[in-house]
């Protein structure tokens, strides 16, 4: 809803039709955060503050809401009274010391694209390949596709993560990705590919519904032991990811941050994949230690119960 009002409360006002050109070959993969010869002007500058007071009454009202009916975690029972009340610093010290463990160290690629990808592409994409090519009006009407199939695609990838495909999550995630950055490094964008654009956004937005939640649920899997300091590496790497995406905004061009973005993505598949191996190997070589346990158990059971038949007695039977 936000897209929507905010693509009808401003528009681009092109100045002549030589700095349209001038522009449109400066767009896509080659911009490199030079001016753009447009003006942006708000259509009601009413609306405009109209519109920022309802944003700003609905985050209120959402914090009221979190404040007054969320119970606290001690009343949920999720954690004592004394696992609650950690200092800061033990918070910063467990999370430091869960470095050691190798799969966190492996997923640390990962962390940082599901921090980098959202800012990427609310930034980047909406600057320079649709402002700078068909005008900032159409930025919230494009950003509605990314924002109507990131939800449909955290559904989907859900239910199939809950039939042990969840490898098949990630790397339909990074066809998605790869796909529409290398589209990026190679299109040349034009007022005619309103379409293109769109479907772009949809793409992006299913491989999006992809990194922060099935993420997020594969750490709740393999630090069941120390959830805490798990999930809070996730938020710190995923943070990291955010403030180098906004930091990186205006000192490099967009092909270069487009590079960048599909090698972290590749390591961070890759690294993911690893650890999807060692837990099906180490997973096999268990049930294969068990199997062989519960055999040594009813091998031993056997032996033991004919050892334990008396011998007939001859007296007796005669």
Not at 176 to 190: E, G
Request: glycine share 6%; aromatic share 14%.
């Amino acid at each position: 809803m936000c897209s929507i009002c905010n693509a009808q409360l401003w528009k681009t006002v092109d100045k002549n039709d030589n700095q349209q050109d001038e522009r449109l070959k400066l767009c896509g993969a080659n911009y490199c955060n030079e001016p753009l010869t447009t003006n942006v002007v708000a259509q009601n500058v009413s609306h405009v503050y109209g519109f920022c007071t309802f944003c700003l009454s609905s985050a209120i009202i959402g914090i009221l809401l979190i404040v007054i009916f969320v119970d606290r975690l001690p009343q949920l029972g999720i954690a004592d009274r004394t696992h609650a009340e950690k200092s800061t610093l033990d918070l910063i010290l467990a999370t430091i010391k869960h470095w050691r463990y190798p799969y966190q160290l492996l997923l640390i690629p990962l962390g940082l694209y599901s921090g980098l990808n959202g800012p990427f592409w609310t930034a980047e994409f909406t600057k320079s390949f649709v402002t700078c090519t068909v005008g900032i009006h159409y930025i919230g009407y494009i950003m509605v596709c990314y924002g109507i199939a990131a939800p449909l695609s955290i559904s989907v990838f859900g239910w199939i993560s809950k039939k042990k495909f969840r490898s098949l999550s990630y790397v339909v995630g990074l066809a998605a990705h790869l796909s529409i950055l290398v589209t990026m490094l190679r299109w040349k964008p034009s007022p005619d590919d309103l379409t293109a654009l769109y479907f772009m956004s949809a793409i992006w937005g299913i491989g999006y519904g992809v990194w922060y939640p099935m993420l997020y649920a594969f750490y709740s899997v393999v630090f069941q032991k120390d959830m805490e300091s798990a999930f809070s590496n996730f938020h710190l790497w995923y943070t990291a990811g955010n403030m180098v995406a906004y930091g990186w905004s205006y000192g490099l061009c967009v092909y270069v941050k487009i590079y960048l973005m599909m090698s972290v993505v590749t390591v961070g598949v890759i690294c993911y994949l690893i650890i999807e191996i060692h837990i099906f190997i180490t997973s096999k070589r268990r049930r294969t230690e068990i199997l062989y346990s519960i055999e040594d158990e009813n091998t031993q059971s056997s032996y033991n119960s004919v050892n334990s038949v008396k011998p007939i007695d001859q007296k007796t039977k005669l």
